[in-house]
């Protein structure tokens, strides 16, 4: 199947890449662009693992098209932290052992985050519905919400 | 870093960030898809759409005929000839004359893109002539049920066992009948457990490479490098010490990574490639279709009670199927399921029953959750029925010092008594249920494991450390180990690195399983350590002409040891680590060993729960988990350890179970249909971390992984029980049947 060129933006950065028009956006970014950080845990939209935002929606990459991200603007876990400062949320996911395996830990960042950006005081039920797409097996999600608690707090402090 | 409370070292028992977190949250740590190698290619694997089929015709031609298409492989390319358990890994890695289960591997394909392997893959052509088959526990033991495999019954099973029986096992103590006589009442029940997958969300990875020299390199998820390496060596007739395995990141294991699946077929399609390194990444599907699943079970439970709580007797009968090869756990679901009470007579008897399913992996505790459900629900409802409250019952049956266990041998410290006090002081058991509430206690138990362990440590120029472990760090184990390093050695935290390494820099660690890696790994480094500070001492004796004997390490220095030695200033780690290129050479410790000393670890649940009349669904309303944790080096993720494992046995209470059609195929291979809890399921889990120290580890760690898994089966039929008065004895307890439960009696 011949290639599409596709010219996006990434983290801030204009990239572009060759798309099979069958590959996953998610498939673009790992594959043609080295930006491993988002995962596949499912391909199927259930797992939440390859969370990114697309023009600032939160979307699973691996159900959207690498043809799709034309002329847009994706985040990835990658463009989180900014000039070599982590984000709260970062931060908090490390100082309360909110992660053990780590792998669903770039896609909990990414989804917390647009949730922080949307409700910056969220309840506790909130961030539990808002993450509910995002399946972590290691811990039992109590230090991911605790740690989202805390960046919420600290970052309405900072506000 | 604040300290706990009572805390008695100056590092153990601290929270310090994990050494490995800053490329966890970034996106930079690398699992086991996220390594590319110069020339690669993908593979994809052709999988049995069938549950049981004789595999008449593979045909490749039009896979090959596509361009880019650099290989294809069937079990004609691996060595004949194999035996017992490296028999079993081949026949699982890729089939033989026979499909053995719905997913099952026959060939597999390399090519220049995963699309076109994928596109290859479904080129493959294979002629299957289909045989009877059969997935559940009570259908395969029966004498008339389709044969999985004549003669893989070992020595164990007796004549004139149905044919699907491969192991047997009878075992107890004490006199049972005169135990029965003496209860007040005697109780019996039948239980099922369904087949739940360890969920891990990174699906199996590896880039494998291997040239027709024989030897080959390989980049995969694994909770066990060597183990990877032997048996990829076994199915593959190569020479062990040729192929080179190097552990990714692990995005989650739970036992499931300790073996292997299509890590052999990305060698062999190198080989057959010309050494072209091969990548191979599951999809979901594959994952829950072809990998890991738990053993399904079906339970008989006989106990005898006195009016008191005083057991008497207790019977356990469990069949359990774990897939088209040996390997179900009943043997540990039966040294687990009584393992919390002091019996004076007891007998159990178990079936490892072949099926026509996956080969069942390890999973947390593997057997013990199975167990638990049986035997800590059939307690529950005596409790009930007596008028008796179900931990002062737990209290006067439990096992202490020194007690024979249920499964023979006699404990050693174990903590079950600190544990189940410290549950009735937690304040959860004050709250306040209201209607269709109800409060479910149980316990769980699960030992502990030495395993070949090999560590080194060494000193750097600076005075700092660098560690090198075996086992893979699944959850905090770096933290855990350089906590524990620091201490011995007297340095700072942040100065002590520690890599988990390849199998080229070791020599055999088994995997991060049975609970060991804090143990194992951890007792191995204190020992490397204290090994490398006899080195430092004598470096300091030479320097000041005195004996080496006479010189003792304090607080990160050798100093003379007391006034009869000498008058010199403490020389410091930095110090000694600075000139040691001319005192003598580098400073290092190494120690390897299977250790011994491990410490088992009880742990009791407690949970609240709200039962919706109407549709049947449970809440879980509150959860506690306190586990003996012998001493909890790094706390913050201990708690992780019992929150992730209260949270997993949940899922398998609940929602998980693996679906089987008539035809005999997985029904629910996505995450869409096979549930694991999400966030919105959950109440915060509380935890109460009980220190009853174990003597055989220098710090006095328990492992304390597994456990957690074990209590929430019961522990939620248990409350079920209580908010609703009906008794679900089959899992998962969805609100269908809970339901129907309610419904069927009138409710």
């Known amino acids: 199947m011949s290639k599409i060129h596709v010219t996006t933006t990434v983290n801030g950065d204009a990239v572009e890449f060759l798309a099979d028009p069958r590959e996953t956006l998610l498939d673009c970014l790992r594959d043609h662009l080295g930006l491993t950080g988002s995962k596949e845990g499912c391909g199927t939209g259930d797992c939440g693992a390859c969370s990114v935002t697309l023009d600032g929606v939160l979307v699973s990459s691996c159900l959207v098209l690498g043809v799709e991200a034309q002329g847009k603007q994706i985040g990835t876990i990658e463009g989180m932290a900014t000039d070599g400062d982590l984000h709260p949320l970062q931060r908090k996911f490390i100082e309360h052992a909110a992660l053990q395996c780590g792998f669903c830990t770039p896609g909990i960042l990414v989804a917390a985050k647009a949730l922080l950006e949307k409700k910056p005081d969220p309840t506790e039920t909130e961030i539990r519905y808002w993450l509910a797409g995002n399946l972590c097996r290691c811990t039992g999600y109590d230090k991911i919400v605790r740690a989202v608690q805390d960046a919420a707090a600290e970052m309405r402090e900072k506000a | 870093m604040p300290k706990d409370e009572f805390q008695k070292y100056r590092l153990v028992g601290t929270r310090p960030n994990r050494p490995d977190g800053l490329d966890k949250v970034t996106g930079r740590a690398r699992y086991g898809a996220d390594i590319s190698a110069p020339g690669m290619l993908w593979g994809a694997v052709v999988r049995s759409p069938h549950a049981h089929a004789k595999i008449v015709k593979i045909d490749a031609s039009k896979a090959l005929a596509l361009a880019g298409v650099k290989a294809v492989i069937t079990r004609a390319d691996f060595p004949d000839g194999l035996t017992g358990e490296p028999w079993n890994l081949q026949e699982n890695t890729i089939a033989g004359e026979r499909a053995l289960y719905d997913g099952h591997a026959v060939a597999a394909v390399a090519a220049t893109s995963r699309l076109l392997a994928e596109e290859a893959a479904r080129l493959v052509e294979v002629t299957y002539e289909v045989l009877p088959h ?57 239980y099922l457990t369904e087949a739940t997958h360890q969920g891990y969300i990174e699906p199996h990875a590896c880039l494998g490479q291997m040239g027709e020299d024989g030897k080959g390199e390989m980049w995969v998820t694994t909770q066990g490098q060597w183990y990877i390496r032997k048996m990829c060596a076994d199915v593959l007739g190569m020479e062990v010490s040729q192929l080179r395995v190097t552990p990714s990141e692990i995005g989650g294991g739970f036992g499931g990574k300790t073996t292997i699946f299509m890590e052999p077929l990305s060698l062999a399609l190198s080989k057959k490639a010309g050494g072209k390194p091969v990548k191979i990444v599951m999809s979901r599907s594959e994952v829950l279709r072809a990998t890991g699943p738990t053993a399904s079970a079906s339970m008989d439970v006989k106990i005898g009670m006195k009016k008191d709580g005083t057991i008497t007797a207790a019977t356990a009968n469990f069949r359990m199927q774990g897939g088209a090869f040996p390997g179900a756990p009943v043997d540990m679901a039966l040294y687990c399921a009584f393992a919390a009470y002091k019996l004076p007579a007891v007998h159990h008897v178990g079936y490892d029953v ?102 080194s440590m ?35 935290y942040e ?15 088994e995997p991060t399983h049975g609970s060991r890696a804090t143990f194992a790994s951890g007792k191995a480094a204190v020992e490397a350590t204290r090994q490398a500070i006899g080195e430092l001492c004598k470096r300091a004796a030479a320097d000041w002409g005195i004996d080496p004997e006479a010189v003792e390490w304090v607080d990160g220095a050798a100093q003379p040891a007391g006034p009869n030695a000498g008058k010199f200033p403490p020389m410091s780690l930095a110090e000694i680590a600075g000139k040691m290129g001319s005192t003598g050479g580098p400073i290092s410790g190494h120690h390897e060993s299977v250790p011994e000393g491990v410490g088992a670890s009880f742990g009791v649940h407690v ?39 209260a949270v997993q046995g949940i899922g398998w209470a609940l929602n998980e179970e693996y679906v089987y059609g008539k035809d005999g195929r997985l029904q629910n291979p996505i995450f869409l249909d096979y549930r694991v809890p999400v966030a919105s399921d959950l109440p915060m889990i509380d935890t109460v971390i009980v220190e009853v120290p174990n003597p055989g580890h220098p710090y006095g760690v328990r492992g304390v992984g597994e456990t957690g898994i074990t209590p929430p089966l019961p522990a939620i039929a248990n409350a079920i029980h209580r908010a609703t008065g009906q008794r679900l004895r089959h899992l998962p307890m969805t609100p269908a049947k809970v339901l129907a439960a309610i419904k069927a009696n009138g409710g």
């Not at chain 2, 100065?495 to 660690?509: F, H, K, P, S, W």
């Not at chain 2, 009349?613 to 708690?639: C, K, N, S």
């Open chain 2, 607 to 645: 949970v609240d729960v709200e039962v919706d009349p109407e549709t049947g669904r449970t809440t879980i309303l509150r959860y506690l988990v306190v586990q003996d944790a012998g001493t909890a080096i790094h706390p913050a993720y201990v708690e992780g350890q019992y929150q992730g494992g």
């Open chain 2, 495 to 509: 100065d002590v690195r520690v890599n988990v390494v390849e199998t080229g820099a070791l020599g055999v660690n």
């Open chain 2, 134 to 190: 059969v997935t559940e526990v009570d259908e395969a033991i029966k004498p008339d049920a389709p044969v999985i495999r004549a003669g893989a019954a070992d020595a164990s099973v007796p004549e004139g066992m149905p044919p699907n029986v491969v192991r047997y096992m009878e075992f107890g103590h004490g006199d049972v009948e005169a135990g029965f006589a003496e209860a007040d009442i005697v109780r019996e029940g039948h």
């Open chain 2, 458 to 492: 060494a000193i750097s120029e600076d005075g700092t450390a660098q560690v090198s472990v075996g086992t893979p760090d699944v959850g905090g184990g770096r933290a855990s180990i350089a906590l524990m390093v620091a201490e011995t050695l007297g340095i700072r």
């Open chain 2, 354 to 455: 072949l099926a026509n399913r996956p080969r069942a992996a390890a999973y947390r505790a593997p057997g013990s959750p199975n167990g638990a459900f049986a035997v800590e629900s059939l307690v529950d409802q005596m409790c009930l029925e007596l008028g008796l409250d179900p931990i002062e019952v737990r209290l006067k049956n439990a096992v202490r010092e020194g007690d024979k266990s249920s499964y023979g041998p006699k404990f050693g410290s174990i903590g079950l008594i600190e544990t189940l006090e410290a549950t009735k002081d937690h304040p959860n058991l004050q709250a306040p249920l209201g209607p269709n509430q109800g409060r479910g206690v149980a316990a769980g138990y699960w030992f502990n494991h030495g395993g070949e362990t090999s560590v």
